[in-house]
């Protein structure tokens, strides 16, 4: 699964893209997409995971509403945005372990595929290999943040990259209520705000009204916008 094409280096940026194998539809139902969180969650930690142990111990930290501090985990990455897909996955990582992404990205695809064919008495691989884009400068980091989470427009409005948007307000609403991508936490919406580490590219956008203006301008304005496609993987 790993993806050499890239060299990955501690410290360094990273938009990944995980697609599934021929298109499958990776999130059927709520329960697929909260099961996607949990990976992000559970599996950014060099230590090994039980999956059973760690879903009863969640049980247990839901009942008492206390719940593992991230600071528990040693953790192989930062996850600055997330995006989930019906049939990939959108991430922008920062490395913090040797080989970190590769790790991350290896007991991401695996767990969740375990959990999928599992589920729906399915067999075979459910993801190709991860891409990965390095980001370097600051604009970079501004355009994927908006290219990142402005890939879940396309739940509601199929095709707006070709035809545009017909009805920004919509769009504008559905961003900040959706939960399935990292937005609504950085505009102060608490979703899953444990999964990300928002501060620093939170600073980058200017705090929570640079990141709600910056997507509105892109969902309102985007011909205006050129998104490098150094950034882009698809």
Known sequence: MPSQK???????????????????KIFLDENDYYRGIFCLYEFNNKKLIEIRKRREERRKEKASGCRTPADSRDLLVEVLC????????????????????????????????????KKYKRKGHLFNQFKAIHIKTNEQLQNVFMYIHANRISIIEPGWK?????????????????????????????????????????????????????????????????????????
Request: net charge positive; with cysteine; aromatic share 12%.
């Open 162 to 234: 070709e035809k545009g948007i017909k009805n920004p307000k919509k769009v504008m609403e559905f961003l900040k209520k959706d939960k399935w991508h990292s937005f609504s936490d950085y505009i102060g919406k608490k979703a899953f705000p444990s999964v990300t580490v928002r501060g620093f590219l939170s600073e980058v956008m200017g705090g929570e009204d640079g990141c709600k203006q910056a997507i509105k301008n892109y969902v309102k304005y985007k011909e205006n916008f050129k998104i490098f496609s150094d950034i882009i993987l698809e």
């Open 82 to 117: 997330f995006s989930l897909m019906p049939n990939h996955i959108h991430l922008l990582l920062r490395q913090l372990k040797d080989n970190g992404i590769s790790h991350f990205m290896r007991k991401v695809g695996g767990g969740y595929a375990n959990y999928f064919n």
């Open 6 to 24: 890239v060299q990955l280096v501690n410290d360094e940026i990273y938009h990944i893209v995980l697609r599934s194998v021929g298109d499958t």
